[in-house]
């Protein structure tokens, strides 16, 4: 097995950067690209000590792993990008897909000589222990968990078929992220009927955790919803190619995109009213 020196990120956001840090931790060097990245990547970037190789055509000449970490939408096209260059390492996709599409990065780029290893997180970005499982799955899966054994970050493979980590951070994401996106919506309805009130006090009796996750998926979940947005959508594809309905997971894509406007505002989060307002005032607009 030839030994991992240079790993490159591509992305490194919020969660990205993290599990860069923590691949660091291998004693490989942990490269990214910086080409068209934002001011903000680059000032991550920098603060986690990732090294800056520009382009990408010099992280794929350098690098032994690449690490995928982007947006669900964008992870086809930066599949593509890696191939056209030939990347013959492993290539980990750890992004939001469902097992179709993790299958159809997996044979692009395998075809132009790469390793694939399927991989899912769940969980928030790695700033402790115990927070964070990145799951694995492929002939190489062991190997690519062995690089975090030294982090917070708990890797664990799950199998040799790429595909099973994309499948489980699919199901998992399906109940999480859409039940967020659905408490929110209700506080929206409940408004626009003038029974909020109401219904609060219904819940102190009876569903108490509602009110509490409201309250959490406004602050928490609603500064990430231009990024759910992809998500979903990959959700309802998984449901739909199995013969389920895909309506849950397109009407919670519907909402987290009317709340995109919200978009990394923690400082301060935004409020339960903040988010009612914003979908209130979207209702009837075209999406």
């Known amino acids: 097995m030839k030994k991992i020196d240079t790993i490159a990120l591509l992305h490194p ?52 792993v690449i690490l995928s970490v982007c947006p669900p939408d964008a992870a086809l096209d930066l599949a593509r990008s890696v191939a056209e260059y030939k990347f013959k390492g492993v290539y980990v996709d750890a992004n939001a897909v469902s097992r179709a599409t993790a299958e159809e990065i997996g044979d692009i780029v395998t075809k132009a000589g790469a390793g694939f290893v399927d991989g899912g997180i769940i969980g928030s970005p790695v700033k402790q222990a115990g927070t964070t499982r990145l799951y694995l799955s492929g002939a190489r899966a062991p190997e690519i968990a062995e690089l975090f054994a030294s982090s917070m970050l708990d890797a664990r493979s799950i199998g040799p078929e790429p595909g099973a980590a994309s499948a489980l951070k699919i199901v998992y994401a399906a109940w999480t992220k859409c039940s967020d996106a659905l408490v929110l919506a209700i506080r929206a309805l409940a408004t626009a009927g003038g029974v909020d009130q109401a219904l ?56 987290w995109q009317r709340l995109a406007p919200f978009k990394d505002r923690t400082d301060p989060p935004p409020t339960v009213e903040a988010v009612i307002e914003a979908l209130c005032a979207s209702a009837g607009k075209p999406r």
């Open 200 to 255: 609060l006090e219904e819940w102190k009796i009876s569903q108490p955790d509602l009110t509490r996750k409201a309250t959490r998926a406004a602050a928490v979940a609603a500064p990430k919803a231009w990024r759910y947005v992809g998500e979903m959508e990959e959700i309802a594809a998984a449901f739909e190619a199995a013969g389920l309905t895909p309506g849950f997971h397109k009407a919670a894509a519907d909402i």
């Open 13 to 64: 956001g919020n969660m990205g950067v993290t599990i860069g840090a923590a691949a660091a931790t291998s004693g490989a060097r942990v490269i990214w690209v910086s080409d068209e990245r934002s001011k903000a990547t680059q000032d991550r970037a920098h603060r986690a000590g990732l090294v800056d190789v520009k382009h990408l055509t010099d992280a794929v000449r350098e690098s032994d």
